[in-house]
């Protein structure tokens, strides 16, 4: 028996109510209200209390301990933040599990977490059109970003990541290493004028991180220098700051999973007031963008090899949804990277030795930001203490701590069955770390996983690319599949750049010296991971690069 949707049961209710009144004339609206109230009262017993313990297909997979009778375990998530309570319950063992574990949350709502390749394999690559983004997530998003590759299902995204697939191609990367490396020397010289002089400043360093990657993703993938390294107010910057993690935003996810998505648009509350003016006025700089694009693709005067340029040729995307095109990878695209590179500090900040080895190498390998020069694909391949670090920074505190999907139709996973509306948790946080997959020291920090003994590291070389885990999944960073992330290798390539400059010339240090515990490190409620309030670090200018 299937549980069924508030909505479901509202409308039953009403008619149920109606059609006593249609033919039956001596029924008094105060009874009718008490019939309508007494059925959404017995729905609300059924699905709450009765369904999810007693009548459930999922009732018989394991489960944590603990939770709240009414509300789960999504207190204790809302509070803890996004894939940390994942992670956690990987980490520990008291939830022995074969692939699956289930979940209560808010109203005993069941979730499932999938832990297993086999489970993964099946939700992100045999049924992964099956297995869709759920309303309220995309909702969430399309609010900001529009119907974008991010958003869209079926057959709308097979079409637009095809047609996009062309501005990441391996080639198009290898050509943008000269401008993630520009940018790299131009917001490390920035920082460098930033410090006092002794060379030392105290510094946020996610606003600095979120600046460089909006300028790199506005040249790189749609032709335009943003100058946010330089101005720190510029309009554009201050547009993104609308989307910086939010503790009603949690809430906001919350609403969509109960009420249509027309009346919280509509809310009168200041969160959804400052989004919407974000998005507006950042929309109205990418609509700017794509008609300057377009005046000089039909003069025939050179457009480059970016992402808007490829939309434009492929002649598959109206006007609005270029839009959503391009303000969801200029959203996504910088902030995800910026994540990453805001927990990158936080981990050498964490361990000033790997700290050391790393801008050993950076400065035997890269030009010093002081020449105006140039470098490729190549120098960054020939650096693997660099790539094991970039690695091991996205494997343990990636920019997306967990995402879901939906089971639009009665189906299975690892052979057991899955009925249709069922939401599905998949944790990169904790997949990452799973003992299971990388062995006893999956918790550790340990870039050397990434790198044969010849190289100073401690997998062998068959098992080195893949930091010696067991499965090709036990790596969720990027997904895999068809809905895997289609800027991975231009996010990569991006990261590296971006951390060699600034390795080489500065040293980090945590401010606040109890976040040397990641226990203590509070992460924001948000569809990106980021520290609460940012990321404080002691910034020192190491002279000679």
């Not at 549980?3 to 033919?23: E, N, T, V």
């Not at 976040?515 to 520290?531: G, H, I």
Request: charged fraction near 20%; aromatic fraction near 10%.
């Amino acid at each position: 028996m299937r549980r069924l949707s508030w909505q479901f049961m509202a409308g039953s209710s009403i008619i149920g109510c109606a059609l006593p009144k249609l033919l039956h004339r001596h029924w008094s609206t105060a009874q009718l209200a008490e019939l309508f109230f007494a059925q959404l009262f017995m729905w609300a017993v059924w699905s709450t209390l009765i369904y999810p313990h007693f009548v459930s297909p999922l009732r018989h997979l394991p489960q944590p301990k603990g939770g709240h009778w009414l509300a789960g375990h999504g207190l204790e998530s809302w509070r803890q933040g996004p894939g940390v309570l994942a992670k956690k319950w990987y980490l520990i063992t008291e939830v022995d599990n074969k692939g699956l574990i289930r979940m209560l949350w808010h109203f005993n709502r069941e979730f499932v977490l999938v832990t297993s390749p086999h489970a993964l394999s099946d939700v992100l690559v045999t049924k992964s059109y099956i297995f869709e983004k759920p309303d309220f997530i995309r909702n969430f998003l399309a609010f900001a970003l529009g119907w974008s590759v991010l958003t869209v299902e079926g057959d709308e995204h097979k079409k637009q990541r095809r047609n996009l697939m062309p501005a990441f191609s391996f080639r198009h990367i290898k050509d943008l290493y000269p401008v993630f490396w520009d940018k790299a020397r131009e917001v490390t010289r920035a920082m460098t004028s930033a410090c006092d002089e002794h060379g030392f400043a105290e510094m946020e360093i996610s606003s600095w991180a979120s600046r460089c990657t909006l300028d790199i993703i506005g040249v790189a993938g749609i032709g335009k220098d943003f100058g946010a390294i330089r101005d720190e107010h510029n309009p554009l910057v201050k547009s993104y700051e609308g989307f910086n993690p939010s503790e009603d935003d949690s809430l906001l996810v919350g609403l969509r999973v109960f009420l249509p998505e027309l009346v919280v648009a509509n809310l009168p509350l200041k969160r959804i007031k400052m989004v919407a003016e974000s998005s507006q006025h950042i929309r109205s700089v990418c609509a700017d963008l794509i008609r300057e694009k377009r005046r000089k693709l039909a003069n025939k005067e050179p457009a480059g090899v970016d992402i808007l340029t490829v939309a434009l040729t492929s002649g598959m995307f109206s006007e609005e949804s270029l839009v959503d095109q391009m303000i969801t990878f200029l959203s996504a695209g910088h902030d995800t990277t910026a994540s990453a590179l805001t927990w990158a500090v936080y981990m050498l900040s964490r361990f000033p030795r790997i700290q050391d080895r790393l801008r050993d190498e950076v400065r035997e390998n890269l030009p010093s930001i002081n020449v105006d020069a140039q470098i490729t694909s190549t120098d960054i391949d020939r650096m693997p203490y660099l790539n094991a670090v970039c690695s091991e920074v996205l494997r343990t505190c990636g920019p997306v701590a967990q995402t879901m999907r939906v089971a639009t139709c009665d189906t299975s996973i690892q052979d057991e069955y899955i009925p249709r509306g069922t939401v599905i948790i998949l944790a990169p946080w904790a997949t990452n770390v799973d003992p299971k997959l990388w062995g006893p020291d999956a918790r550790e920090f340990k870039p050397e996983r990434w790198l044969t003994p010849e190289q100073g590291g401690t997998s062998s070389s068959k098992n080195a690319a893949s930091g010696g885990a067991t499965s090709n999944y036990a790596f969720m960073t990027f997904l895999h599949g068809p809905r895997s992330c289609i800027g991975a290798s231009f996010a990569k390539a991006e990261f590296a750049c971006l951390l060699a400059a600034w390795v080489g010339r500065f040293s980090f240090e945590l401010k606040d010296k109890t976040l040397m515990d990641e226990r203590n490190m509070r992460v924001a409620p948000s569809v990106t991971a980021k520290p609460v309030g940012g990321l404080h670090v002691l910034v020192r200018v190491v002279e000679g690069f």
